[in-house]
C-alpha cells in the first residue's frame, strides 16, 4: 500500500528527527567558534564534513591544544562507522548517479536509523532521503546561528562553554552506553587518556585511545548487542527496543 | 592556513569513508569485525574526548570546574533531558562554580 507523502511514517519520522537533530547544530557552532575557529571555518566542517561525532571530536582537540593532524585523525576515525552505515544504506535504496554522491554526504547515524527503523521500501527511502536532507539543512542553519551567538559572547570560559563542551561529549557517548560491555570500553579509554595526557602532547591521547578501543574490537571477546557503538545520537524510534540496527536484511 | 588544509582534509576524508560504503563489495564490510570495530571505536573516542575536555589542560592533569559540569551533565542524562538541555547545563554547572571561585 502506498501512502501519500504527507501521511508517511518514514517523512514524518524523519521530519520529527530533523528538527531535533538540526536544533543542536547550536552547540556545535558556539562550541566551535569558542575552541577558535572562524565562523566559515565552522560552516565547512557543517556544510563538508557533515557528521556531527566527527565535527565535535575535531573543535573537541583543537580546544585542548591538539594540532590540526590530530584533530583531522579523530574526525577521521570516528567517521569509520559512516562507511559501515553506507554500505547499509546501499543495500536498501541502490542509489545511482548523482543520487549516490548525494546519498553519501547524508549518511550519518540518524537517517540510516531513521530508515532502518520502516519496514516497507518506500518508507525506508523515504525516512532516509526527509532525515538525511532535514538534518543538512537545519544543522547548517543552526551552526551559523550558534558560531555568530557564541563569536557575540566573548570569553568562553565566563559562560561556561569549556563546561558545555564536556557535556557535549558525554550526551553523544551516552546513548552508546547501552552494555555493560560497552561502559567496559569506554571505563578502559578514559584511562588510557588520563594515563597518556601527562606523557604525549595534546590531542594525542585521543588516538592512543583509538587503538585502545580498535584493538577491543578486533580481537576482544564480545557477547553485547550487535550495533554496540552505532546507536544514534537522537533515536528516531525512541518507544521501541532495537538490538539489531547493524542488519537491514 | 594549516588549520584551513587540515579542515579541508577532515571532510574530504569523512565524504570518502560515507562513499566508500557505496562502492567497495558488500562483504567487505559485512565483516562483523569491521562493524564491531567501527562501533568500538566510537565508543573510545568518545569516552577519551570526554574525559580530555574534562581533565586535560595541555600535559596537565587539572581538577577545576569542568568536573563539576561533567556531573551535571550525567545527572541531565540520568533524568532523560534532550541534547541542548543537558549542553546548557553543563555550561550553566562550569560558569556557576566559578562563580563560586572554582577554577
Given at each position: 500500500?502506498?501512502?501519500?507523502?504527507?501521511?508517511?511514517?518514514?517523512?514524518?519520522?524523519?521530519?520529527?528527527?530533523?528538527?531535533?537533530?538540526?536544533?543542536?547544530?547550536?552547540?556545535?557552532?558556539?562550541?566551535?567558534?569558542?575552541?577558535?575557529?572562524?565562523?566559515?571555518?565552522?560552516?565547512?566542517?557543517?556544510?563538508?564534513?557533515?557528521?556531527?561525532?566527527?565535527?565535535?571530536?575535531?573543535?573537541?582537540?583543537?580546544?585542548?591544544?591538539?594540532?590540526?593532524?590530530?584533530?583531522?585523525?579523530?574526525?577521521?576515525?570516528?567517521?569509520?562507522?559512516?562507511?559501515?552505515?553506507?554500505?547499509?544504506?546501499?543495500?536498501?535504496?541502490?542509489?545511482?548517479?548523482?543520487?549516490?554522491?548525494?546519498?553519501?554526504?547524508?549518511?550519518?547515524?540518524?537517517?540510516?536509523?531513521?530508515?532502518?527503523?520502516?519496514?516497507?521500501p518506500l518508507e525506508q527511502r523515504r525516512g532516509f532521503w526527509v532525515a538525511g536532507i532535514g538534518i543538512f539543512v537545519l544543522w547548517n542553519v543552526f551552526t551559523l546561528v550558534g558560531s555568530l551567538a557564541g563569536d557575540a559572547l566573548g570569553d568562553p570560559k565566563r559562560w561556561g562553554l569549556d563546561g558545555a563542551?564536556?557535556?557535549?561529549?558525554?550526551?553523544?557517548?551516552?546513548?552508546?552506553?547501552?552494555?555493560?560491555?560497552?561502559?567496559?570500553?569506554?571505563?578502559?579509554?578514559?584511562?588510557?587518556?588520563?594515563?597518556?595526557?601527562?606523557?604525549?602532547?595534546?590531542?594525542?591521547?585521543?588516538?592512543?585511545?583509538?587503538?585502545?578501543?580498535?584493538?577491543?574490537?578486533?580481537?576482544?571477546?564480545?557477547?553485547?548487542?550487535?550495533?554496540?557503538?552505532?546507536?544514534?545520537?537522537?533515536?528516531?524510534?525512541?518507544?521501541?527496543?532495537?538490538?539489531?540496527?547493524?542488519?537491514?536484511? | 592556513?594549516?588549520?584551513?588544509?587540515?579542515?579541508?582534509?577532515?571532510?574530504?576524508?569523512?565524504?570518502?569513508?560515507?562513499?566508500?560504503?557505496?562502492?567497495?563489495?558488500?562483504?567487505?564490510?559485512?565483516n562483523p569485525r569491521v562493524a564491531r570495530v567501527a562501533g568500538t571505536l566510537t565508543i573510545g573516542l568518545l569516552a577519551s574526548l570526554t574525559v580530555a575536555n574534562t581533565v586535560a589542560t595541555g600535559q596537565l592533569l587539572v581538577l577545576d570546574a569542568r568536573l563539576g559540569a561533567l556531573v551535571a551533565a550525567a545527572?541531565?542524562?540520568?533524568?532523560?533531558?534532550?541534547?541542548?538541555?543537558?549542553?546548557?547545563?553543563?555550561?550553566?554547572?562550569?560558569?556557576?562554580?566559578?562563580?563560586?571561585?572554582?577554577?
Amino acid at each position: 500500500m502506498t501512502t501519500s507523502l504527507r501521511q508517511s511514517p518514514g517523512a514524518r519520522v524523519g521530519l520529527s528527527i530533523a528538527v531535533a537533530t538540526g536544533l543542536y547544530g547550536v552547540s556545535f557552532g558556539a562550541l566551535s567558534v569558542a575552541s577558535g575557529l572562524t565562523v566559515w571555518q565552522t560552516q565547512a566542517l557543517s556544510l563538508l564534513l557533515f557528521s556531527g561525532g566527527s565535527q565535535f571530536a575535531f573543535i573537541g582537540v583543537i580546544a585542548g591544544g591538539g594540532t590540526p593532524v590530530a584533530a583531522a585523525s579523530a574526525a577521521a576515525l570516528l567517521g569509520i562507522r559512516n562507511a559501515v552505515y553506507g554500505m547499509q544504506i546501499n543495500v536498501l535504496l541502490h542509489p545511482r548517479g548523482w543520487r549516490r554522491l548525494a546519498a553519501a554526504q547524508v549518511t550519518i547515524d540518524e537517517s540510516l536509523a531513521t530508515s532502518t527503523g520502516q519496514t516497507d521500501p518506500l518508507e525506508q527511502r523515504r525516512g532516509f532521503w526527509v532525515a538525511g536532507i532535514g538534518i543538512f539543512v537545519l544543522w547548517n542553519v543552526f551552526t551559523l546561528v550558534g558560531s555568530l551567538a557564541g563569536d557575540a559572547l566573548g570569553d568562553p570560559k565566563r559562560w561556561g562553554l569549556d563546561g558545555a563542551a564536556v557535556a557535549a561529549f558525554l550526551a553523544l557517548l551516552w546513548p552508546r552506553l547501552r552494555s555493560r560491555d560497552a561502559g567496559a570500553i569506554a571505563a578502559a579509554c578514559a584511562l588510557a587518556t588520563i594515563l597518556a595526557v601527562p606523557f604525549v602532547p595534546p590531542g594525542v591521547p585521543i588516538l592512543v585511545a583509538a587503538v585502545v578501543a580498535a584493538a577491543v574490537g578486533w580481537f576482544g571477546y564480545r557477547a553485547g548487542p550487535d550495533g554496540e557503538g552505532l546507536e544514534p545520537d537522537i533515536d528516531p524510534y525512541p518507544d521501541t527496543v532495537q538490538t539489531d540496527r547493524t542488519d537491514p536484511s | 592556513m594549516t588549520l584551513w588544509f587540515w579542515i579541508v582534509v577532515a571532510c574530504v576524508v569523512g565524504f570518502l569513508t560515507k562513499l566508500l560504503g557505496y562502492l567497495v563489495p558488500k562483504k567487505w564490510l559485512a565483516n562483523p569485525r569491521v562493524a564491531r570495530v567501527a562501533g568500538t571505536l566510537t565508543i573510545g573516542l568518545l569516552a577519551s574526548l570526554t574525559v580530555a575536555n574534562t581533565v586535560a589542560t595541555g600535559q596537565l592533569l587539572v581538577l577545576d570546574a569542568r568536573l563539576g559540569a561533567l556531573v551535571a551533565a550525567a545527572v541531565a542524562l540520568w533524568l532523560k533531558a534532550p541534547f541542548l538541555v543537558v549542553v546548557i547545563v553543563g555550561a550553566a554547572a562550569a560558569a556557576g562554580l566559578r562563580l563560586l571561585g572554582l577554577p
